[in-house]
């Protein structure tokens, strides 16, 4: 745990072409762009990523994009998504071998497969044990959503559990975590239109989609927060509420994409069967981000 895995990490989307191959060239665009907004590190591989979709190779190919255009200060965060702890662990140590440092690991998702909390314990200690790096949990399963209990115990009987990225429930469950834990631990935000909030709460930065659409925007957010300039980064989150609201919502990384490509960043296509956005939709994107 050399490398200090906190403050601004955007959740980098993956750009596929028509036929669902990634478009390495637009992704490393799309690495630059954030790149030069300063942050404090990437991420590949989440939800904005379409992390489920990705293979082990493909995940590795993308490390191998990120890595040599960072800093030695800036981290790189990989995403897992996969059903069972054997996966996970195969993965995490490909992303590892690649380059990363550190895993944001999702707890299991399909509905049958979701485990008491002991299962999630022996998911996420295993992983720490076997990859070896720190481990972020990514808590944005709805029907299997880690308590701040099992967090704290995670902490404290883990050698590499050293955070969470608190998704589900909302900046409310984002409080609940950080009065819980009490310090156990580093809480990400993520709740893309209120990140000031949770800031302002104890989160000690952010892995937010949000931050690969407005890098520029939620970086300064966030060096006003720890400048105490709290008035004017107030007004920056509410700033972007209103764009967010048209984002958010199904079909999240074809929005997510089509913002991009309105702002003049080629994002590619969505790997299918996210393949369509309405007009409407489309032109509320377009008229909330013309008023940013």
């Keep these: 745990m050399d490398k200090k895995i906190t403050g601004i990490i955007p959740p980098v989307v993956t750009p596929f ?24 590190g990437v991420s590949v591989g989440g939800s904005t990523g379409e992390g489920p979709t990705l293979s082990d190779e493909e995940l590795v190919r993308l490390i191998g994009v990120v890595k040599p255009m960072l800093k030695p200060t800036q981290s790189l965060v990989c995403g897992i998504m996969r059903a069972c702890t054997r996966d996970a662990v195969k993965t995490g140590l490909c992303a590892r071998d690649a380059g990363a440092d550190a895993v944001m690991v999702t707890p299991t998702a399909y509905n049958v497969l979701v485990p008491d909390e002991e299962g999630n314990f022996t998911f996420y200690k295993t992983i720490s044990d076997r990859v070896d790096i720190p481990v972020i949990i990514y808590n944005v399963i709805p029907q299997n959503t880690i308590s701040p209990g099992l967090f704290k115990r995670l902490v404290d009987e883990s050698e590499h559990v050293m955070g969470i990225k608190q998704s589900v429930g909302g900046i409310a469950s984002t409080y609940q975590m950080l009065m819980s834990c009490k310090g156990k631990g580093t809480v990400f935000g993520a709740t893309d239109d209120m990140l000031y909030s949770t800031y302002e709460l104890g989160a000690k930065g952010a892995i937010s989609a949000i931050l690969s659409v407005f890098p520029e925007l939620c970086v300064r957010m966030w060096k006003l927060y720890l400048a105490g300039n709290n008035g004017a980064a107030l007004e920056l989150q509410n700033k972007i ?27 590619g296509f969505a790997r299918s069967p996210i393949v369509s956005l309405s007009d409407e939709e489309k032109s509320r994107i377009g008229e909330a981000l013309r008023k940013i």
């Design 17 to 40: 072409d028509e036929d669902g191959a990634i478009d390495f060239k637009k992704f490393e665009a799309l690495v630059q762009f954030v790149l030069g907004a300063d942050v404090d």
């Design 241 to 267: 509420y209103e764009p967010w609201q048209t984002i958010t919502g199904n079909q999240f990384p074809i929005r997510v994409k089509y913002a991009l490509k309105l702002l003049g960043h080629d994002a």
